[in-house]
């Protein structure tokens, strides 16, 4: 009988260590996922600003070539039938 509720006890110790380590790995999980996100907000954020009109601007006078006054034109190609 004393066996018997050592095995038992020796097999709750088991599982209770077990599901201890299951919630670490949930809590260190839920951490990396938190991480993971605020890295892609914090990325998007960056690009928005990259790709703003003043922020590209200011990278192509850096380089020496100066934006246009003057506004695109649409070139209309009529084809011949």
Known sequence: MIIFISV??????ASAHS???????????KNEAKELRSA???GRSQL???KMESSIIKKV????????????QKIKVKTQN
């Open 48 to 50: 928005m600003r990259l």
């Open 40 to 42: 892609f907000v914090d």
């Open 19 to 29: 599901a201890d380590q299951k919630v670490y790995e949930i809590a260190r999980l």
């Open 8 to 13: 038992l006890a020796i097999i709750m110790i």
């Open 61 to 72: 006078v850096e380089k020496g070539i100066i934006i246009s006054e003057i506004p695109p």
